[in-house]
T-cell receptor, first 114, second 115 residues
């Protein structure tokens, strides 16, 4: 079975541009997470979906960050008016249920803002 | 607040040596879960193990073993007879019981196994 996929794998944006990052979770996985990983650091939580409901967005660093999962499967993380500090790898993870299941990660999208 | 500390930033060993990666955590939750993930150069985080706070039994899986000690808030990971393919960044992570069950990661330990 397919794992978590993310696209694009690499994205270069000029400062001020909007970007959209896509995540395809494992089929049937209820929970979906977005994390941000800066160079040399561990991933940091951004937001969480249970099916289509965004239950926690406490990790989003600013109101320029927006995530959605309208049909409870594919999710998009959008960053408006990108800044250099947004440069990072954005990781998507999914898990089977709503308890503390292991999370399966995608390969990430490396965003570079110039 | 939760916190995970991996004090070893980088470790280098020669193939076939044993190596232990340290992980210390802080949480106010009485029930929590601990994880180890491996991040090879390709970048994708690979799940290795999940343990809950009620189960302090050590676990062995092939060349991997984990030592969970609640008294010292540690969850250390040992690779026996290391191989070059074990070279990666290893992350320890903690999950509480909040609605998101999100993972709090340590900063990772870069393990290099030399031939």
């Amino acid at each position: 079975g397919a794992g978590v996929s993310q696209s694009p794998r690499y994205k270069v944006a000029k400062r001020g541009q909007d970007v959209a990052l896509r995540c395809d979770p494992i089929s049937g996985h209820v929970s979906l997470f977005w994390y941000q990983q800066a160079l040399g650091q561990g991933p940091e939580f951004l937001t969480y979906f249970q099916n289509e409901a965004q239950l926690d967005k406490s990790g989003l660093p600013s109101d320029r960050f927006f995530a959605e999962r309208p049909e409870g499967s594919v999710s998009t993380l959008k960053i408006q008016r990108t800044q250099q500090e947004d440069s990072a790898v954005y990781l998507c993870a999914s898990s089977l249920g709503t308890g503390t299941y292991e999370q399966y990660f995608g390969p990430g999208t490396r965003l570079t803002v110039t | 607040a939760q916190k995970v500390t991996q004090a070893q930033t980088e470790i280098s060993v020669v193939e076939k040596e044993d190596v232990t990666l340290d992980c210390v955590y802080e949480t106010r939750d009485t029930t929590y879960y601990l994880f180890w993930y491996k991040q090879p150069p390709s970048g994708e985080l690979v799940f290795l193990i999940r343990r809950n706070s009620f189960d302090e039994q050590n676990e062995i899986s092939g060349r991997y073993s984990w030592n969970f000690q609640k008294s010292t808030s540690s969850f250390n990971f040992t690779i026996t007879a290391s191989q070059v393919v074990d070279s990666a960044v290893y992350f320890c992570a903690l999950s509480g019981l909040g609605p998101a069950r999100q993972l709090t990661f340590g900063s990772g330990t870069q393990l290099t196994v030399l031939p």
